[in-house]
């Protein structure tokens, strides 16, 4: 296990204990071994130096996820540069708005990327390079069209013999040192640049390798399906599997249903990160048809054949996953409560966390033996967590979180950084939570989304969307005030609207209503049931964007 008190340590340790084994691989295509992924790095340093890039310099970058994604996320901050992660489902115009708000001296993209930017618009970027195979899509230098043009030459120069573990040399890195700026993909108005130092990326991963190192071992196989210029996917996917020596398999195209499906059976996983909307995908489409059958009803309500049966339906859905996983590590928005339910009543592996970009990301997790259901696990090491609240075991209040893992502010926005961090050095998340006796945290929303009753109650639309969400033909839904009334807006699911009329498709959803307000307190039932004809737009970690629909 390498705990080593500096994050460019731990990745100049990973590459030589490893040097020989699989490091990276486009699924269905090219592997990297950690010697390459080395030498790859170096020939970036190479680059970087004699195009005149210096420590502390930004360096963009913006495509799918793939093998060179990742070394050039790992040559920029063993650097010394600070990297900017763009996300590729962003539009030109936000990678444009970015690239100039960071200051980015260099931008590497990928192919869909490169198509869609227009490089006029970010007149202060010096080069743009392609990251298939780091060509030069634009150079404003000559220092660094020389680089690139001479850059076998210069590496042949410095390392004559060959490039062995003893010439892996990294830089220094010092705790309060900005490491990367991570935008938010955030709902409302411009994003913010997340200001994360080193300490917060080595918080993340060190926690990592110690509670989930001993269970996913070197070599063990992962599925990277989060973009890595997301913090959840970039942190826990990809830093934390290739620190701990594992072989990382990127999605590097659009990452359907079907070729996640796919890519667990051939690979293989032994963790998988992943948000709800995957879980509950699988789950909802290939196991509940199955268990809500006559005679599956039948047979899991004989206490004597209902253990078997669990026993068979979790091989199922283990397999559905590729059979060998320790565990699932949920994140990024809530997971259904009907959905975690079936997972735990049939001995799943699978865990909440919880986590903000602004701590890089993780706030709270439990492994899945001690996960208390419905919770987002406990505080983890080196991070405090309080409730703002007189009470809060029973009201919710704002989740505060203190320690390595949070960041140094927003990057050029004081304004923001005052309002997000106070003097006591307390992140204020803006979720909502109640927190138990040992320590589990529940959340119960997000304080902006809240809404208040007509008698001055606070109502919190995603504790009735995890009602409703669960209820026939519906498969996503959002709940909007209108003036003194509840409304809920609701995508019916497609694979059963074959099956029904327009017409029945309304009496189904006011059943659903009627059936829903009788679980609900009066503050929070719902006047009506709206239906949209398209899926809502979502942010890339798959949370709808809720200030459209208000």
Known sequence: ??????????????????????????????????????????????????????????IAICGRNSAHWAVTFLATLTYGA???????????????????????????????????????????????????????????????TYAREHLNMMFGSKYPREFT???????????????LINYTSGTTGFSKGVMLPYRAIWGNISFCLKRLGSEVKAGSAM???????????????????FCNGCHLFFLNRLPSPSLIAKAFTDIQPRLIIAVPLIIEKIVRKRVFPIMQTPRMKLLMAMPVVSRKVREKVLEQVMAAFGGEAYEIIVGGAPLSTEVEQFLLSIGFPITVGYG???????????????????????PIDNMEVRIQSADPENEA????????NVMLGYYKNDEATKQAIDEDGWYHTGDLATMDSEGNIYIRGRIKNMLLGANGQNVYP?????????????????????????????????????NVTREELQGIMEQNRKELNTRLPGYCRLSGIELRDEEFLKTPKKSIKRYLYQ
């Open 165 to 179: 573990q003893d010439d892996v040399k990294y830089h220094n890195d010092q705790p309060d040192e900005l490491a």
């Open 397 to 404: 209040g704002e989740i505060l979180a203190r320690g390595t």
């Open 82 to 144: 600070v990297a900017v992660p763009i996300l590729h489902e962003f539009n030109a115009e936000q990678i444009h708005n970015i690239v100039n708000h960071s200051g980015a001296r260099l931008l590497l993209v990928g192919d869909y990327v490169a198509k869609e930017i227009t490089p006029s618009e970010m007149p202060m970027l010096e080069g743009i390079l392609n990251l298939p195979d780091f060509s030069l899509m634009l150079s404003r230098s000559e220092q660094l």
């Open 223 to 241: 599925l990277d399906i989060l973009p890595m210029a997301h913090m959840y996917g970039l942190s826990i996917e990809f830093l934390f599997g």
């Open 1 to 58: 296990m390498n705990t080593s008190s500096s994050f460019n340590e731990i990745i100049r340790q990973a590459i030589i204990k490893n040097w020989n084994n699989n490091a990276l691989t486009d699924y269905q295509g090219q592997t990297l071994q950690f010697h390459d992924v080395a030498r790859k790095i170096e020939k970036l340093h190479i680059a970087f130096e004699n195009a005149g890039i210096v420590k502390g310099d930004k």
């Open 462 to 498: 995603e504790e009735i969307e995890d009602e409703l969400s669960s209820m026939p033909m519906v498969s996503e839904c959002i709940v909007v005030q209108r003036g003194e009334k509840l409304t809920a807006l609701v995508y019916p699911d497609q694979d059963e609207m074959m």
């Open 356 to 378: 903000t970009t602004e701590c890089a990301p993780l706030i709270s997790y439990s492994d899945w033996h001690s996960f208390a259901p419905t919770s987002c696990g406990r």
